[in-house]
């Protein structure tokens, strides 16, 4: 691995605009967009923190204070990692670890008792090796693929998730239903997308916003948290699983 110092842009209220947030770049006027810059603004209010890599380097760090995760965990004290990903050209030369590093720089600097992150093997998810090579460690597991990955400074307890898995999903009831936020930008198309096919199925379906990271703990299906499908009470772990799903209904 290539390790190289890159120059990183900190987002905020007074440039978000500007910059962006990565995420479909070239899109301004998609609804998703929209909705993601309109939650940026809230979450910027408390303490969320967005580095990009500076072009032409792809890549980008979200992370907020554990008490204020968009996931459903109990992580106050410790500084979460929403997201991160570098992409492309920009894959092998070090420039995760730069990112994370400022995030634990962050983290210190707010006197946090560490870091930690949802992992999966499903999609971009995929950190844990990388994770485990900076010092985490697997603390809470969910099924059927999430890991709760952290790193802490001292010896304060651990995060771990919310739970309730089951008995969430079944509260959604017969038929379809999508648990959102606006905390990605591709969900309003995803979204989108899999009601298309509820409606041309015939399967009854219903959107319902997650509109706090307190709805997403208390009513989220999925250790994601932020985008959950659940079919006749079931919790599907992916937006492809839950296409194959509807798209083989009835047959």
Same mark, same amino acid.
């Given at each position: 691995?290539?390790?190289?110092?890159?120059?990183?842009?900190?987002?905020?209220?007074?440039?978000?605009?500007?910059?962006?947030?990565?995420?479909?770049?070239?899109?301004?006027?998609?609804?998703?967009?929209?909705?993601?810059?309109?939650?940026?603004?809230?979450?910027?209010?408390?303490?969320?923190?967005?580095?990009?890599?500076?072009?032409?380097?792809?890549?980008?760090?979200?992370?907020?204070?554990?008490?204020?995760?968009?996931?459903?965990?109990?992580?106050?004290?410790?500084?979460?990692?929403?997201?991160?990903?570098?992409?492309?050209?920009? &894959?092998? @030369?070090?420039? !995760?670890?730069?990112?994370?590093?400022?995030?634990?720089? =962050?983290? #210190? +600097?707010?006197?946090?008792?560490?870091?930690?992150?949802?992992?999966?093997?499903?999609?971009?998810?995929?950190?844990?090796?990388?994770?485990?090579?900076?010092?985490?460690?697997?603390?809470?597991?969910?099924?059927?693929?999430?890991?709760?990955?952290?790193?802490?400074?001292?010896?304060?307890?651990?995060?771990?998730?919310?739970?309730?898995?089951?008995?969430?999903?079944?509260?959604?009831?017969?038929?379809?239903?999508?648990?959102?936020?606006?905390?990605?930008?591709?969900?309003?198309?995803?979204?989108?997308?899999?009601?298309?096919?509820?409606? &041309?199925? @015939?399967?009854? !379906?219903?959107?319902?916003?997650?509109?706090?990271?307190? =709805?997403? #703990? +208390?009513?989220?299906?999925?250790?994601?948290?932020?985008?959950?499908?659940?079919?006749?009470?079931?919790?599907?772990?992916?937006?492809?699983?839950?296409?194959?799903?509807?798209?083989?209904?009835?047959?």
């Amino acid at each position: 691995m290539v390790c190289m110092k890159p120059e990183i842009i900190d987002v905020g209220l007074e440039n978000v605009e500007q910059t962006g947030f990565f995420c479909f770049m070239s899109k301004r006027n998609n609804p998703g967009w929209k909705a993601k810059l309109a939650w940026l603004k809230q979450r910027f209010r408390e303490g969320l923190r967005l580095k990009l890599l500076k072009m032409p380097r792809r890549g980008f760090i979200e992370y907020i204070p554990g008490q204020f995760a968009w996931r459903p965990v109990q992580a106050k004290g410790y500084m979460f990692i929403h997201c991160l990903w570098v992409v492309g050209q920009s &894959r092998g @030369k070090g420039f !995760a670890s730069a990112l994370l590093d400022e995030c634990m720089a =962050d983290a #210190r +600097r707010s006197n946090m008792d560490g870091l930690a992150m949802v992992v999966s093997d499903i999609g971009y998810m995929k950190w844990k090796r990388f994770l485990l090579k900076h010092g985490f460690e697997a603390v809470d597991v969910a099924p059927p693929c999430y890991q709760l990955m952290a790193l802490r400074f001292g010896d304060m307890p651990w995060p771990k998730f919310s739970g309730d898995w089951e008995k969430k999903a079944r509260a959604c009831g017969k038929g379809v239903t999508i648990l959102k936020t606006s905390q990605c930008p591709y969900f309003e198309d995803a979204t989108a997308a899999l009601l298309r096919i509820a409606q &041309r199925k @015939k399967i009854p !379906a219903k959107v319902i916003e997650l509109k706090t990271a307190r =709805d997403v #703990r +208390r009513l989220a299906p999925s250790p994601y948290g932020t985008y959950n499908v659940v079919i006749g009470g079931q919790a599907v772990p992916s937006h492809d699983r839950a296409r194959a799903a509807l798209l083989a209904h009835g047959k």
